[in-house]
């Protein structure tokens, strides 16, 4: 079974300051990584996904996140936040994409705030 | 051109009703899906159907009914409407984990 915890259902920065965004899995198998944006009252964007191979991975946005495997990691960063990135954040994780019907296990959501 | 679409965005309707939610998607992918995000913002799956079949169902009562009717529709009928199913329902398709792309949405506020 597959789950995904994320510390801190709210974070709170000031517009300009380094954006972190915790996401821990439990996998028993090699996860595939991912985090999502959902805007108010809108569907959710992808924003960056882990596969295999390199372990930093960039996204839309300016926004980043390290996979790492010793500590079952997957954190979300921005080095400058703008306020038009206050929006919820979801880390999902899936198993290997070979299989049809492939689910996504979510976390339970971080709401990123930007005070100007 | 909007790749996976739900129509309605907004549904409200008294308990005890009957509802479908409709999706499309044009990206040509074999699987799609229903997650359900409750009150709290949590997503949860609740069915995928790759071509046309049956793949996951995540313990959802059986008053929820999918269909299927080709590759590029997945619609979800609910029947005898409950309060506890006020929700957001998307909607989503890929052809493989690389490839998730969600509809916008259906709101769904049972009064």
């Known amino acids: 079974a597959q789950s995904v915890t994320q510390l801190g259902s709210h974070v709170s920065v000031s517009e300009g300051a380094l954006v972190l965004l915790r996401c821990n899995y439990s996998s028993s198998v090699p996860p595939y990584l991912f985090w999502y944006v959902q805007y108010p009252n809108q569907g959710l964007q992808l924003l960056l996904k882990y596969t295999t191979g390199a372990t930093l991975v960039k996204g839309i946005n300016g926004f980043e996140a390290e996979f790492k495997k010793s500590e079952t990691s997957f954190h979300l960063t921005k080095p400058s936040a703008h306020m038009s990135d206050a929006a919820?954040?979801?880390?999902?994780?899936?198993?290997?994409?070979?299989?049809?019907?492939?689910?996504?296990?979510?976390?339970?959501?971080?709401r990123l705030m930007v005070k100007p | 051109d909007t790749a996976v679409s739900q129509t309605p965005k907004y549904l409200v309707t008294q308990m005890g009703n009957d509802k479908s939610i409709k999706c499309e998607q044009n990206l040509g992918h074999d699987t799609m899906y229903w997650y359900k995000q409750d009150?709290?913002?949590?997503?949860?799956?609740m069915f995928s159907y790759n071509n046309k079949e049956l793949i996951i169902n995540e313990t959802v009562p059986n008053r929820f009914s999918p269909k299927s009717p080709d590759k590029a529709h997945l619609n979800l009928h609910i029947n005898s409407l409950e309060l506890g199913d006020s929700a957001v329902y998307f909607c989503a398709s890929s052809q493989d984990t690389y490839g998730y792309t969600f509809g916008s949405g259906t709101r769904l506020t049972v009064v």
């Open chain 2, 39 to 45: 009150s709290k913002k949590f997503l949860k799956i």
């Open chain 1, 88 to 110: 919820e954040y979801f880390c999902a994780v899936s198993k290997s994409p070979n299989n049809a019907g492939n689910m996504l296990t979510f976390g339970g959501g971080t």
